[in-house]
């Protein structure tokens, strides 16, 4: 048992059948994301990243107005090493990517800054029709610590 609250996501599947990249960065600088994310986009050829802050230590949501299969959209994914390996294990399984948009725990979401790219996008966010609500930990969960011990009988 651990308490949650109800959230409002985006998925990333598109009517057609395919899908718009999504990235969450938990914990993790903007430095390393930004240059792990421009390497991304150079080597898929990627229009424009968007990057928004989730929260104030830390935290950040990547969108991509890229329409790809969902085998290309894994293997853009799985090639950053800095994004919440949760977030892609969940990804794979429901087979497609959710970001939260509303806000969790009063962190909003805001706009921070945007990679720019020679590409054109071939989405737009009048695509995203597959949305939902979920429930997930609540902040403060996430940061306390359990200890459980174990007694040998003698």
């Not at 390393?32 to 230590?57: D, F, G, H, M, V």
């Not at 950040?60 to 800095?82: D, G, M, N, P």
């Not at 969790?104 to 590409?119: F, H, N, V, W």
């Amino acid at each position: 048992m651990a308490p949650t609250t109800k959230i409002i996501g985006v998925n990333s599947i598109l009517k057609d059948g395919n899908h718009i990249l999504l990235w969450d960065f938990d914990h993790v600088p903007i430095e390393p994301i930004k240059n792990e994310l421009r390497w991304i986009q150079a080597k898929y050829r990627l229009p424009r990243i968007i990057i928004c802050k989730t929260s104030k230590i830390a935290g950040f949501h990547a969108y991509c107005f890229k329409k790809v299969t969902w085998r290309q959209c894994v293997e853009i994914i799985a090639s950053s090493h800095l994004m919440d390996w949760n977030y892609f294990k969940y990804g794979i399984y429901r087979q497609k990517f959710t970001l939260r948009v509303f806000p969790k725990c009063g962190r909003k979401i805001e706009p921070y800054m945007i990679l720019d790219s020679p590409y054109k996008e071939d989405a737009t966010i009048e695509d995203l029709t597959s949305w939902v609500q979920y429930e997930t930990l609540t902040d403060s969960h996430k940061s306390r610590k359990v200890e459980l011990k174990l007694f040998a009988k003698d």
